[in-house]
Structure formats: structure tokens, C-alpha cells
């Protein structure tokens, strides 16, 4: 049995150079809706969706036309149980820096309990131990399963598979656009 946990592709996303924290609410709302760059999907995670026995994907737009340029036929419906947790902000007119620095920040302070507009860290590690055991599930029934997910939700669906005996990459916190991370069911013991 195994899992494949992959990461979107990249959204096809430009914003301002420098933004204040209440604008972050603007950048974020551009780069849900941006399109994917579907041109830039690997050859070879086609072969490995065609292989897995099922495919599932987040809800969010960037997941479901992730799949899409997949082009495979084993999907399931999308699913927000597999969304990404999102970024926080601050509804401050200043200071003015770029969406980058901004992202870290606030990805920083979410990890440290900040959940200003999103969901906190404790109820997004509760959905990703659910993802987990829904995951589980689908390889135990189809003996193999791809998630195209995000970059976030994909690193707190990783830690609950390692919990449950699953063996996997460690970091997946700075892995690249169309990512794949195979996760397999480890030996009795291990």
C-alpha cells in the first residue's frame, strides 16, 4: 500500500511588490482564484497518478486543476477535508513589506498559535489526522492513493501518517510545486 501526497502546481499569480498586512486578505483571495501553470506538470507524476489505484484532491480551485492536467480517470471528488490551512493576517494599514516576507510572518506566528481569519493550528492538525485516516482508508481499498494537496496540509497529513506507522520524507515543508511524497505502510515493529 502506499500514499503519494503531492503539491499543487504552481499558480500563475502576480501582486503588488509591497503590501500592508490588511492587504494580505487581497493577495490571498488573487492567489486562490490564480489559475495553475499546467504546462509545467512532470512527465513522470503523470505516470506515477496513472499508476496510483485512486486520485483525490482538496476542494480549492488550484488542487482541482492541479488534477485536471493529470489526466487520469480514477478521481473521487474533491474534498475540503484536504484543503489548505490558510494564512492568517492582521488588519493593519502599515507596515508596507512584500507578500513573501509577509507570508513568512504570518505562516510563523500560525504555527506559534496565531489564527487571525483561519483556522487554528490545533483544529488544522484535527482535519489533517482525519485526511490521514480517510487516506488510509482509500490505500487499503485501492492499494494505492494520490493526493494532489498543499504545501501545509500535505507536511501535517505527513506527520499523522508517520504516527500511524506509515514510512515517508521527514521535511516536506520546502518542497516545490508538483512535489510528490510516497508514504508506504512500514513493517510490523518498525
Known sequence: ?????????????????????????????????????????????????RSAGAVVCSSVARCVQSRAFLDVDCCLQPDPLFAEAHLPYLDLPFPRLPPSLWRL?????????????????????K????????????????????????????????????????AGPLHLLMRGYWHASVYRKGSPGR
Open 105 to 125: 510572518l504570518f505562516r510563523s506566528a500560525w504555527f506559534c498559535g496565531f489564527a487571525r481569519h483561519t483556522e487554528p493550528i490545533g483544529e488544522s492538525n
Open 1 to 49: 500500500m502506499q500514499i503519494i501526497l503531492v503539491r499543487h502546481g504552481r499558480p500563475e499569480h502576480s501582486a503588488a511588490s509591497w503590501c500592508t498586512p490588511a492587504q494580505m486578505k487581497g493577495w490571498l483571495e488573487r492567489y486562490n482564484e490564480a489559475d495553475v501553470a499546467g504546462h509545467e506538470v512532470p512527465d513522470r507524476l503523470v505516470s506515477l497518478a
Open 127 to 166: 482535519r489533517a489526522g482525519a485526511a490521514a485516516e480517510r487516506l488510509i482508508r482509500l490505500a487499503e481499498t485501492h492499494g494505492s492513493v494520490l493526493l494532489m494537496g498543499h504545501g501545509i496540509m500535505n507536511v501535517l497529513i505527513a506527520r499523522q501518517l508517520r504516527k500511524r506507522g506509515w
